[in-house]
């Protein structure tokens, strides 16, 4: 399961809507888990990943069915990370005409087993749908999102 406050969330389905008619993409990072909490607690908690940082990031593909982050605002971002002490939590991007899974370009590029990848469709602007995935040895797998 993965954490957004609803701050993060209306921020997120902002900037997908203001990259219209283009894909928007960004990276959400959270906490570190905590090292010290309980063998059952942290069996209990081991999935769930809380949000505390949005960074909105340029599409460089400047397209309606791709993404490519600026890498130079990557490294911006993950300098920030460190300095705040939090971790990439999330790869954000948004689907301007198809509903909230994972593309096969999108899988074939997710190089990141770790973190969850989070698609906004907005295929009818007025109710944006997002959607968690996991995406390891190239199959994606839908987990919950709570917005909070």
């Known amino acids: ?3 957004i406050p609803k701050l993060i969330y209306q921020k997120m389905i902002e900037h997908a809507k203001t990259g219209f008619p283009n894909e928007a993409c960004g990276i959400l990072a959270g906490p570190p888990p905590k090292a ?6 942290a069996s209990a908690d081991a999935h769930v990943v809380v ?3 949005f960074f909105p990031m340029t599409n460089k593909d400047n397209s309606s069915i791709s993404y490519f982050m600026d ?3 990557q490294l911006v971002v993950f300098k920030k990370m460190r300095q705040l002490n939090i971790e990439m939590a999330a790869i954000f991007h948004s689907h301007v005409a198809s509903v909230a899974y994972p593309s096969q370009k999108d899988i074939r590029l997710a190089f990141y087993p770790e973190v969850r990848y989070l698609i906004v469709s907005l295929s009818d602007m007025n109710k944006p749908i997002l959607r ?5 040895d190239e199959k994606a797998s839908e987990e919950e999102i709570k917005i909070v």
């Open 132 to 136: 968690s995935f996991r995406i390891k």
């Open 51 to 53: 949000v505390s940082e």
């Open 1 to 3: 399961m993965i954490k």
């Open 36 to 41: 010290d909490r309980s063998a059952i607690k």
């Open 71 to 73: 890498p130079k605002e």
